[in-house]
């Protein structure tokens, strides 16, 4: 039986604020309220509670880690520039956009890839590890769980570490396409605009920057390389959404941390899980798109959050 909604702003403990972040970071994560105690029960409840506990992680898990997002109030991408992310039909259709947003990530490369996991990611993973966490599917593309070593793990929207051809499917890891940039491009350099960092790790550059960067085909067929994530106006593999479907059906709780859910792709999920009457819980700072199914909302921090619940 479904509970009343409750929601709530988490105090970890008097004179520490939710919104207290390491140094550099600050600026990619939005502010919260102070933690309030009786909080962290319910949600400690509610994730003892679980046996095969389903997680739907999103851009709040990882921006303490460095990594922007894009509509955090603020400091989302949307709210600091007019920059808006790479359409799959223009990167498709375009050789200019393909050397524009490739130059981009050929410079972003060595900083996004240095990116590590925080205290949330690193709690998921213990949480697998003591046999609470069934499933997580995440929205990120930036490899952050799997580096945590988290195994029972679906990319949603793909891996930026991972380049696809669109002529054949060969897969290939994205170092190794960094070296090839390396060697089309010798005496290529740009000074790129550091406040600019994009979600998924391409960095603003001028259009004069660009072009004269040489980006290289598929070494088996010559086909267009991309990399393998789920452009805006693209849709997730058929397969994909069936086998996460599969999981979320053998979960028995449903927890989401750090996602405001805009997107449909994510979305479809909490609305299988109401349908199946699955509670939910949500854990991100401010609204989301599926507040109105949840039985508890926490607005917080999810590595302060995530670190203090016990997978009992």
Same mark, same amino acid.
């Given at each position: 039986?479904?509970?009343?909604?409750?929601?709530?702003?988490?105090?970890?403990?008097?004179?520490?604020?939710?919104?207290?972040?390491?140094?550099?970071?600050?600026?990619?994560?939005?502010?919260?309220?102070?933690?309030?105690?009786?909080?962290?029960?319910?949600?400690?409840?509610?994730?003892?509670?679980?046996?095969? &506990?389903?997680?739907?992680? $999103?851009?709040?898990?990882? %921006? !303490?880690?460095?990594?922007?997002?894009? +509509?955090?109030?603020?400091? /989302?991408?949307?709210?600091?520039?007019?920059?808006?992310?790479?359409?799959?039909?223009?990167?498709?259709?375009?050789?200019?956009?393909?050397?524009?947003?490739?130059?981009?990530?050929?410079?972003?490369?060595?900083?996004?890839?240095?990116?590590?996991?925080?205290?949330?990611?690193?709690?998921?993973?213990?949480?697998?590890?003591?046999?609470?966490?069934?499933?997580?599917?995440?929205?990120?593309?930036?490899? &952050?769980?799997?580096?945590? $070593?988290?195994?029972?793990? %679906? !990319?949603?929207?793909?891996?930026?570490? +991972?380049?696809?051809?669109? /002529?054949?499917?060969?897969?290939?890891?994205?170092?190794?396409?960094?070296?090839?940039?390396?060697?089309?491009?010798?005496?290529?350099?740009?000074?790129?605009?550091?406040?600019?960092?994009?979600?998924?790790?391409?960095?603003?550059?001028?259009?004069?920057?660009?072009?004269?960067?040489?980006?290289?085909?598929?070494?088996?067929?010559?086909?267009?390389?991309?990399?393998?994530?789920?452009?805006?106006?693209?849709?997730?593999?058929?397969?994909?959404?069936?086998?996460?479907?599969?999981?979320?059906?053998?979960?028995?709780?449903?927890?989401?941390? /750090?996602?405001?859910?805009?997107?449909?792709?994510?979305?479809?999920?909490?609305?299988?899980?109401?349908?199946?009457?699955?509670?939910?819980?949500?854990?991100?700072?401010?609204?989301?798109?599926?507040?109105?199914?949840?039985?508890?909302?926490?607005?917080?921090?999810?590595?302060?959050?995530?670190?203090?619940?016990?997978?009992?």
């Amino acid at each position: 039986m479904r509970l009343p909604r409750r929601s709530f702003a988490l105090n970890m403990a008097p004179g520490i604020r939710a919104s207290s972040v390491p140094a550099g970071m600050a600026n990619f994560v939005p502010a919260s309220s102070t933690i309030e105690a009786h909080a962290l029960e319910q949600l400690q409840a509610f994730a003892s509670r679980a046996r095969r &506990l389903f997680v739907v992680s $999103g851009a709040g898990v990882s %921006t !303490e880690s460095g990594i922007p997002d894009y +509509r955090s109030e603020g400091v /989302g991408l949307y709210a600091r520039t007019d920059r808006r992310p790479m359409q799959h039909a223009e990167f498709v259709r375009s050789a200019r956009s393909r050397q524009r947003y490739w130059a981009r990530s050929y410079v972003g490369w060595q900083q996004f890839s240095s990116h590590k996991p925080n205290a949330a990611h690193k709690a998921l993973q213990r949480w697998e590890g003591k046999g609470k966490l069934h499933w997580l599917v995440t929205q990120n593309v930036d490899a &952050l769980h799997s580096k945590a $070593g988290q195994k029972r793990l %679906t !990319e949603l929207h793909g891996c930026i570490h +991972r380049v696809v051809c669109l /002529g054949c499917g060969t897969v290939s890891p994205r170092e190794e396409l960094q070296r090839r940039f390396s060697a089309l491009n010798p005496n290529w350099g740009v000074q790129a605009l550091a406040a600019a960092v994009a979600p998924d790790g391409d960095v603003l550059l001028e259009d004069e920057q660009v072009l004269h960067f040489r980006v290289p085909s598929c070494e088996e067929c010559g086909g267009i390389l991309k990399p393998e994530v789920t452009f805006f106006g693209d849709n997730v593999n058929k397969a994909t959404v069936q086998f996460v479907h599969d999981r979320l059906a053998e979960s028995d709780a449903v927890l989401v941390a /750090g996602s405001s859910l805009q997107v449909y792709s994510a979305y479809r999920f909490l609305l299988a899980a109401s349908d199946r009457k699955i509670p939910i819980a949500i854990l991100n700072i401010g609204r989301t798109r599926a507040d109105h199914l949840a039985e508890l909302k926490v607005s917080g921090r999810c590595s302060k959050v995530l670190s203090v619940i016990q997978p009992l």
